[in-house]
């Protein structure tokens, strides 16, 4: 199916586990984003990715590493996870060479650390 | 990017329109004033973006003052599944080395649409 979709859906793990989330879109996009959000807080950007092998860190990239060998797959992972982790995570994806330069979100990953 | 100012909530009767404002007196030159929604546990929908003239889609209206110091997000004939956070953003369009045109959110306004 066309589109940007994320993997799991919902997600429990320890804390100090190691955790990947999954992102995946089919349009080619240049460009790949990871938010969380959390109540009271929005949504904050966390890395992102210009290209193929090129990351950059957003607003709160601690705890996170990322990784973007093919485009259209940008994973996210918690090397260590931590109970303030536990959040709601949106990846997004934009075509650079669009009119709108808008981005699209995926569904979200629920992660709870206990 | 230049920050946003939006009122944290505001409700709309059914079948009327609903009129967000937001401010952006800091805009420059070469940024684009973005709306997003975002309804409940949903990732961000797109809405409509404008740099100075007046835009419209099947979603919305987007009306920017003259001096593009601040914009109004029109719903013409709000719905109940119009209730949403919606987001306010500016950002350059440019995708440089040292400007992404990444989207940073604020906190938005909750609209809460009512039968």
């Known amino acids: 199916d066309a589109g940007i979709t994320q993997s799991p859906r919902y997600k429990i793990t320890e804390t100090g586990r190691q955790v990947t989330l999954m992102c995946h879109q089919t349009w080619s996009h240049s460009y790949m984003f990871w938010y969380r959000q959390d109540l009271g807080h929005g949504l904050r950007l966390i890395y992102y990715s210009a290209a193929a092998d090129i990351t950059d860190k957003g607003e709160v990239p601690d705890g996170y590493v990322v990784s973007r060998s093919k485009t259209e797959n940008f994973p996210l992972t918690l090397e260590s996870a931590t109970r303030s982790q536990t959040s709601v995570y949106f990846c997004a994806s934009s075509d650079r060479t669009a009119t709108n330069y808008g981005y699209t979100f995926g569904s979200g990953t629920r992660l709870t650390v206990v | 990017d230049a920050k946003t100012t939006q009122p944290p909530s505001m409700d709309c009767a059914e079948g009327r329109a609903a009129n967000l404002p937001c401010n952006h007196s800091?805009?420059?030159?070469?940024?684009?004033v973005y709306w997003y929604r975002q309804i409940h546990s949903q990732g961000p929908q797109y809405i409509i973006h404008?740099?100075?003239n007046n835009e419209t889609n099947e979603m919305a209206s987007l009306i920017i003052t003259e001096d593009r110091k601040s914009s109004t997000l029109i719903l013409p004939h709000a719905t109940l599944r119009d209730t949403a956070v919606y987001y306010c953003i500016v950002r350059s369009s440019s995708f440089s080395s040292s400007n992404t045109g990444k989207l940073i959110f604020g906190q938005g306004t909750t609209l809460q649409v009512k039968p």
């Open positions: 404008g740099l100075k």
């Open positions: 800091t805009i420059s030159g070469n940024e684009y």
